[in-house]
T-cell receptor, first 112, second 114 residues
Framework: KNQVEQSPQSLIILEGKNCTLQ??????????LRWYKQDTGRGPVSLTI?????NTKSNGRYTATLDADTKQSSLHITASQLSDSASYIC???????????FGQGTILTVHP | DGGITQSPKYLFRKEGQNVTLSCEQN?????MYWYRQDPGQGLRLIYY???????QKGDIAEGYSVSREKKESFPLTVTSAQKNPTAFYLC?????????????FGPGTRLTVT
């Protein structure tokens, strides 16, 4: 069964600190992996999308990494801001035109 | 939210009543999707539509119905047959069906059924 597991479930950090969120998946074959940011009560917004040939992609203070061999991805947030408080969702697609498999999300809270 | 509007933002209904959630997009996207989000769970696909006048069941279609009479509109009806309808519903669209193209999400509708 295709699954996407994220850790930790929740994380609290102080403003200005860095953090790393993890995503492990069993989806096979693999086509692409996306990270979304979802503010409370809002729809998800795409941060990055990576295919199997990419192992790093950045979007401002967000850097995603992908290891297709170990089926792991991480999202690193640098110099966190209060506005980074949100749920971060890892999404994996199994084939070029396959359905998306969503992780349950990591809830990040940034305190001043 | 990327040119996708959902209305209303909050919806309250009594058990046994059907309710229709609106989703409109002005992105000229062919594909549209409905997802359901429950606390602590990943988004689950209810229905999707690749083109006008065509739609397919997703993973949890029971108790739901959709229509796609216009390219920009993809309303979702939650029927009384849906056993646990209280949830956050998200509509999304993409240029083409799934694939590498980004899915843009609407702001969501929170449905509460009592």
């Amino acid at each position: 069964k295709n699954q996407v597991e994220q850790s930790p479930q929740s994380l609290i950090i102080l403003e200005g600190k860095n953090c790393t969120l993890q995503c492990n998946y069993t989806v096979s074959p693999f086509s692409n992996l996306r990270w979304y940011k979802q503010d409370t009560g809002r729809g998800p917004v795409s941060l990055t999308i990576m295919t199997f040939s990419e192992n790093t992609k950045s979007n401002g203070r967000y850097t995603a990494t992908l290891d297709a061999d170990t089926k792991q991805s991480s999202l690193h947030i640098t110099a966190s801001q209060l506005s980074d408080s949100a749920s971060y969702i890892c999404v994996v697609t199994g084939t070029s035109y396959g359905k998306l498999t969503f992780g349950q999300g990591t809830i990040l809270t940034v305190h001043p | 939210d990327g040119g996708i509007t959902q209305s209303p933002k909050y919806l309250f209904r009594k058990e046994g009543q059907n309710v229709t959630l609106s989703c409109e997009q002005n992105l000229n996207h062919d594909a549209m999707y409905w997802y359901r989000q429950d606390p602590g769970q990943g988004l689950r696909l209810i229905y999707y539509s690749q083109i006008v006048n065509d739609f397919q069941k997703g993973d949890i279609a029971e108790g739901y119905s959709v229509s796609r009479e216009k390219k920009e509109s993809f309303p979702l009806t939650v029927t009384s047959a849906q056993k646990n309808p209280t949830a956050f519903y998200l509509c999304a669209s993409s240029i083409v069906f799934f694939g590498l193209y980004e899915q843009y999400f609407g702001p969501g509708t929170r449905l509460t059924v009592t």
